[in-house]
């Protein structure tokens, strides 16, 4: 792992992020879609604590086409003026199902229509969506040209890919077809996850080919993704793969400030301390607050649980605020627990890889 005085700030760095269209995003720090996490809270999160953009959870075509958006569906379609940027992000496995869909994500305010070609679960596998797409590029690329004539020309069109369905020299030749078509189509950039749709979530994630893709497209806006769960994994991808930036997923659950570290070591060289118990409970009730007006009174714990095991990491007595999470039923279960752990400032610390709890699901998806 790099420290951070591996990154000195070097001169003439560039102090803005990457093109997207007619948009220059502020930094190269974006928070990615993130399938039952990146609703409105957990974005505006990211947002106040440094993310030059963020992205919604996917939404199925036909549910961006049909849903009422009233009532529990009304925060999918809910995009507010102190949003911006944000991208909605649009699967499915019929090209003429995508043009309705996309039209009502730019009615109801998306900045960005981002198409994901990405997602290994096997629900999307199954319906022939997602990550399946990467083994069938004359559908993928129908699905490129349907959106991107659809859309006013001022909404930028982008896509989320792997590497391709495995390592096979078959899918490594459809991923290059897709991306070279995607941007002829007139795609403004391409996310790519450095892991095939095979490995999941597990396994290496292979930079060198994001190293190869940025060198294959030259100008055009590339964003890495994979495996960015510090500051100095945002800082070394961008510097090993010469990618414009990063999109950061599962790093980025309970740890919005890792978008404020990643900004400070790639201005200035160095990354500021984790934030203090008293910082910690500031973002923590945030976070409850837009949840449960998200949400409503009676649904907000559900999510918000799933947050707090990650919160937790961050905490230097970790293990016992994690298991403390694990026991909140109730509202008021919450209050106290806050109450309990971040009523008395002190130092915090950086989040480890195997602080883990057997309550987390281990699927989480980064689509």
Known sequence: MNTPESFPAAAGRPQTGPQLG???LMSPFVQAALSGYSDRPMRKLAQRYGASYTLAEVMIDRFAQEARGTGRTAHHFDVRDDDHPVGGQLMGADPESFVPAARRLVASGFDVIDINFGCPV???LGGCRGGYLLGRPETALEIVHRVRDTVPAAIPVTLKMRRGIDDSVESRDKFFQILDGAFAA???GITVHARTVEQKYRGPSRWEFLREVKQH???RTILGSGDLFTA??????LRFTGVDGVTIARGAIGNPWIFRQADALWRIGSVPCPPSI???RTAISLHRDLAEECHGPDRWLTGMRKFGFKYARLHPRFAEVRDAF???RTGLDWDALVERFYGDDGPGRFPQLDDVHPAESEDVAPL
């Open 232 to 237: 100095e994994d945002c800082l070394a991808m």
């Open 186 to 188: 007139g795609v403004a």
């Open 22 to 24: 007619g948009r220059r």
């Open 122 to 124: 096997k629900s999307a």
């Open 278 to 280: 008293h910082e910690q």
């Open 326 to 328: 694990g026991q909140v």
């Open 217 to 219: 497209v030259g100008d």
